[in-house]
């Protein structure tokens, strides 16, 4: 599943259309979803160096890492170090997010950055300006893609971060308008959503054409107090967990995909949702006001009902009638009404509708054309 979120970022925007976007959604219960905004970010890097993606750069808004932890994340992924100033730019709001530090590197203290990092590193001295934050992602990624259709995708590591300093508003209409650029094939951002109300972070998801929920593996586990019964259970919730992901199609359809991942000292490993957990798809449901799911007394009286042209179970073979009837059919039904034999099954309380048609020749009613013998 988690491939299918990278191929579908990967495949990019349709002419026309808004790009994909995804929001990567934890909790304090799980917080597991920077593991898993580095593993779409790696992958996603691996496709534009095969040349798979529709995007041929990729711009990283850093807000809660350093520039130089995202040239070392790829540098251990296997990604060469000597072409990263050809595909990737860092846009780095966490140095000196509100511009305090300049003054420190005018009296001669200068930040530390590394050499691999410095060449692929633009420093921004004030999140505050999303104006300003919207002209450096596209200054960075039309200025390595080009003008004219190369694509460049965007990832942004802490919507959270924005939103403490400028108004729910604001971001959004950022976050928009990135997606709704021609040349952005695709975004992604990770969003913490226990710092946030509801409408917030409904809000982030309604933009989103996918998101991607990581929780933990044991939720009757969070909140308790510690004891000897559920310390086995914690210590699962900060080793493994479940991704459940919401994929919403372009016709309005939404599905919905589960899966389990692992923490390991590599990175974070994800396995397919055992069968035994069939009760997951029940609920990853939305919560209405109405059941969405049939009683067994409903199911079974449901299986009872008998559809239209369905075998009522009588030991014959299915016929549907097609309007035309055999040679043989014809002289059977011609001698069983000579004889007077064709009756109403009084017993059954059904009755029959017996039609026979001229010849074997004559076509059904639904292809005849009332206007065959008029010369037009």
Not at 102 to 112: D, H, Y
Not at 152 to 161: C, L, M, P, T
Not at 166 to 187: K, P, W
Request: glycine share 6%; proline share 3%.
């Amino acid at each position: 599943m988690a491939e299918s979120i990278c191929r579908t970022l990967r495949d990019g925007s349709l002419e026309g259309e808004h790009a994909p976007a995804l929001t990567i959604k934890d909790t304090a219960a799980s917080p597991f979803g920077f593991d898993v905004f580095a593993y779409v970010l790696s992958q996603l890097s691996s496709f534009i160096l095969a040349g798979k993606s529709q995007s041929r750069v990729v711009v990283v808004v850093a807000f809660t890492r350093s520039p130089s932890f995202y040239v070392d994340l790829l540098k251990r992924r296997g990604l060469d170090v000597t072409s990263f100033h050809k595909w990737i730019q860092i846009l780095d709001c966490y140095t000196d997010p509100l511009g305090w530090k300049g003054k420190l590197v005018e009296s001669g203290n200068a930040m530390c950055i590394s050499d691999e990092a410095s060449s692929v590193t633009h420093l921004c001295k004030d999140v505050r300006d999303l104006d300003n934050l919207y002209s450096l992602i596209l200054e960075l990624g039309k200025g390595l893609a080009g003008q004219g259709k190369a694509h460049f995708s965007v990832a942004i590591d802490s919507v959270n971060e924005m939103l403490r300093h400028a108004s729910l508003s604001r971001v959004a209409g950022l976050l928009s308008n990135l997606r709704s650029h021609d040349q952005i094939s695709c975004i992604y951002w990770l969003l913490h959503s226990d710092l946030h109300e509801v409408r917030v972070t409904s809000s982030v998801e309604y933009m989103s054409s996918m998101v991607a929920n990581v929780e933990p593996l044991n939720p009757s586990a969070s909140g308790q107090r510690w004891d000897s019964e559920n310390v086995s259970l914690l210590k699962q919730n900060f080793q493994k967990g479940k991704l459940n992901v919401r994929f919403k199609r372009r016709n309005g359809r939404v599905r919905l995909m589960c899966e389990e991942f692992h923490i390991e000292q590599s990175g974070i490993n994800f396995t397919p949702v055992s069968s035994e957990d069939g009760t997951i798809n029940q609920g990853l449901l939305p919560k209405v006001q109405f059941s969405l799911q049939l009683s067994e007394k409903e199911q079974t009286e449901r299986a009872k009902v008998l559809l239209p042209f369905e075998h009522q179970g009588n030991g014959k073979p299915i016929q549907i009638y097609d309007g035309r009837r055999s040679l043989e059919d014809n002289k059977n039904e011609a001698t069983l009404a000579s004889t007077g034999n064709l009756q109403r099954n009084e017993a059954s309380g059904e009755g029959e509708i017996i039609y026979f048609r001229d010849s074997d020749d004559e076509r059904p009613d639904s292809d005849e054309d009332p206007d065959d013998d008029l010369d037009i």
